[in-house]
């Protein structure tokens, strides 16, 4: 693209494109919403097929190559605009939504989408998946569109991905990203709109995501159940071996006793954990919308620190006798426990599941056992916070909200980053504009009317700061 194209001036010709465009943009949203893709009941099939045929004529009509690609799941979309000279970005998203269930706490249809007001004032539209993730995901759509009608051609070339089975696990696009790998990994980076703003007024983009090691245990004392007065005391109860267990996981300072578990661990660097302790987080609130008031992690570490920069273990489940209503005096022959650890840059999933595994076993009594069963694992993902790509995104996004883009860590794990690493190569920006109160997933699901719109606007300003 030339640099008269790229002036302040055309910029500003695509913004506004988009927003004379709104009033279209909300209806093509909506015909998206009102398809009930749901990728997790096969009785949706056919609908998860529409959605991706949709997305399909809708990028063709705005001069991508785009197919709808077979998986053994639901489709993969794949859409490639025009080979030019600069950068190539590799965006995903997925069409797939979450069941509705249940539907009596919906106050309309949720596949019906509403624009209204909420309490505070703000109009928001109101479905299953506005925000989780069709809405995030035509805010890039649209900002394409505004391109082409502005200018006629896009500021980089630009390809899409758009899969169909994320909220249901999401096991197939791996093996499509192995399959198709030379293809997606020509891209320089890719780029990821499925998550929140720091708050309503400041853009950020998640460069720091957390891996996970999932392991769930059982332990085996005696051959059967027993009888808890005949047998107390002399036989061993694999509730108390497994609780001993659980208890030697963590020292009284809140750090975890595995050995070498931080051996690969380094700390933040003082820019970033400065530019953390700006941005206002209030500890205690945070703790207190859970009913709590005491951070429980690692001493003298912040809440943000522990929870985007620092690796976790904790107990998700536990099970051992009986469990019924009233009283029964047993001990149990068995006991399990489901134990994940959130993993930060560097660290090995399975250095970590072997050390887990290697300290359960010198535990057990020689008359006992304990099996494992591993639920997975993966690496987290950082960004250098000095990559080109990102501080290009930063500018984008501070030109449009009118003051600094931040840089925020995430506690959780969105394996399709760790994905675009380890299978093609590419550094992932993580830029969305939902909010925390969208109740993704729950009845009456929402994105904020200016989310849809100001994102169309930043990544309209994005992929010009791309371009420079």
Same mark, same amino acid.
């Given at each position: 693209?030339?640099?008269?194209?790229?002036?302040?001036?055309?910029?500003?010709?695509?913004?506004?494109? !988009?927003?004379?465009?709104?009033?279209?943009?909300?209806?093509?949203?909506?015909?998206?919403?009102?398809?009930? /893709?749901? /990728?997790? %009941?096969?009785?949706?099939?056919?609908?998860?097929?529409?959605?991706? %045929?949709?997305?399909?004529?809708?990028?063709?009509?705005?001069?991508?190559?785009?197919?709808?690609?077979?998986? =053994?799941?639901? &489709?993969?979309?794949?859409?490639?605009?025009?080979?030019?000279?600069?950068?190539?970005?590799?965006? *995903?998203?997925?069409?797939?939504?979450?069941?509705?269930?249940?539907?009596?706490?919906?106050?309309?249809?949720?596949?019906?989408?509403?624009?209204?007001?909420?309490?505070?004032?703000?109009? $928001?539209?109101?479905?299953? #998946?506005?925000?989780?993730?069709?809405?995030?995901?035509?805010?890039?759509?649209?900002?394409?569109?505004?391109?082409?009608?502005?200018?006629?051609?896009? &500021?980089?070339?630009?390809?899409?991905?758009?899969?169909?089975?994320?909220?249901?696990? #999401?096991?197939?696009?791996? =093996?499509?990203?192995?399959?198709?790998?030379?293809?997606?990994?020509?891209?320089? !980076?890719?780029?990821?709109?499925?998550?929140?703003?720091?708050?309503?007024?400041?853009?950020?983009?998640?460069?720091?995501?957390?891996?996970?090691?999932?392991?769930?245990?059982?332990?085996?004392?005696?051959?059967?159940?027993?009888? /808890?007065?005949?047998?107390?005391?002399?036989?061993?109860?694999?509730? +108390?071996?497994?609780?001993? @267990?659980?208890?030697?996981?963590?020292?009284?300072?809140?750090?975890?006793?595995?050995? #070498?578990?931080?051996?690969?661990?380094?700390?933040?660097?003082?820019?970033?954990?400065?530019?953390?302790?700006?941005?206002?987080?209030?500890?205690?609130?945070?703790?207190?919308?859970?009913?709590?008031?005491?951070?429980?992690?690692?001493?003298?570490?912040?809440?943000?620190?522990?929870?985007?920069?620092?690796?976790?273990?904790? @107990?998700?489940?536990?099970?051992?006798?009986?469990?019924?209503?009233?009283?029964?005096?047993? $001990? =149990?022959?068995?006991?399990?426990?489901?134990?994940?650890?959130?993993?930060?840059? #560097?660290?090995?999933?399975?250095?970590?599941?072997?050390?887990?595994?290697?300290?359960?076993?010198?535990?057990?009594?020689?008359?006992?056992? !304990?099996?494992?069963?591993?639920?997975?694992?993966?690496?987290?993902?950082?960004?250098?916070?000095?990559?080109?790509?990102?501080? +290009?995104?930063?500018?984008?996004?501070?030109?449009?909200?009118?003051?600094?883009? !931040?840089?925020?860590?995430?506690?959780?794990? @969105?394996?399709?980053?760790?994905?675009?690493?380890?299978?093609?190569?590419? %550094?992932?920006?993580?830029?969305?504009?939902?909010?925390?109160?969208?109740?993704?997933?729950?009845?009456?699901?929402? *994105?904020?009317?200016?989310?849809?719109?100001?994102?169309?606007?930043?990544?309209?300003?994005?992929?010009?700061?791309?371009?420079?």
């Amino acid at each position: 693209m030339s640099d008269t194209k790229l002036s302040p001036a055309a910029v500003d010709q695509v913004l506004a494109a !988009v927003d004379a465009g709104l009033d279209q943009s909300l209806e093509r949203l909506y015909g998206l919403l009102r398809i009930k /893709s749901i /990728s997790t %009941d096969p009785a949706y099939a056919a609908e998860c097929q529409r959605a991706a %045929d949709w997305l399909v004529v809708e990028l063709n009509g705005l001069g991508f190559a785009a197919e709808a690609r077979a998986t =053994p799941g639901h &489709p993969v979309v794949v859409a490639h605009g025009p080979d030019q000279a600069g950068p190539h970005v590799l965006f *995903y998203a997925h069409y797939d939504v979450q069941p509705v269930d249940p539907l009596a706490l919906w106050h309309s249809d949720p596949f019906e989408p509403v624009l209204t007001t909420d309490a505070a004032g703000r109009k $928001i539209i109101v479905a299953r #998946g506005a925000s989780d993730d069709k809405g995030q995901m035509l805010t890039f759509i649209e900002a394409c569109r505004a391109w082409k009608a502005a200018t006629g051609s896009l &500021p980089v070339r630009v390809s899409l991905m758009l899969e169909g089975e994320e909220e249901s696990g #999401g096991k197939n696009l791996p =093996p499509f990203m192995e399959a198709n790998k030379a293809e997606l990994g020509a891209a320089d !980076v890719a780029l990821v709109c499925d998550t929140d703003m720091w708050d309503r007024q400041t853009p950020s983009v998640t460069t720091m995501l957390r891996g996970m090691v999932a392991e769930e245990i059982t332990v085996t004392c005696a051959n059967k159940d027993l009888h /808890s007065g005949m047998f107390g005391n002399a036989a061993r109860n694999p509730n +108390q071996l497994l609780a001993e @267990i659980i208890a030697s996981l963590r020292a009284p300072d809140g750090s975890v006793t595995l050995p #070498g578990f931080y051996d690969d661990v380094a700390e933040i660097s003082p820019e970033l954990k400065a530019q953390w302790a700006g941005l206002g987080f209030d500890d205690k609130a945070f703790l207190g919308e859970a009913g709590l008031s005491q951070p429980a992690g690692e001493a003298n570490r912040s809440v943000l620190e522990m929870l985007w920069a620092r690796p976790t273990c904790e @107990i998700n489940g536990m099970i051992g006798g009986y469990t019924g209503d009233g009283f029964k005096t047993v $001990i =149990p022959a068995k006991a399990s426990a489901k134990i994940s650890f959130r993993l930060v840059s #560097g660290m090995d999933p399975e250095k970590i599941r072997a050390a887990f595994r290697r300290h359960v076993e010198a535990m057990i009594p020689a008359d006992c056992s !304990v099996s494992f069963h591993a639920h997975g694992g993966s690496r987290a993902i950082t960004v250098p916070s000095d990559g080109v790509y990102l501080q +290009q995104a930063l500018a984008g996004l501070s030109a449009e909200w009118g003051k600094p883009a !931040v840089i925020t860590g995430s506690g959780g794990s @969105i394996p399709v980053a760790g994905d675009f690493k380890r299978i093609l190569g590419l %550094d992932t920006l993580l830029i969305g504009f939902a909010h925390v109160d969208d109740q993704i997933h729950s009845p009456n699901e929402k *994105y904020d009317l200016e989310s849809f719109h100001r994102g169309i606007r930043s990544w309209v300003r994005v992929l010009a700061a791309f371009a420079v």
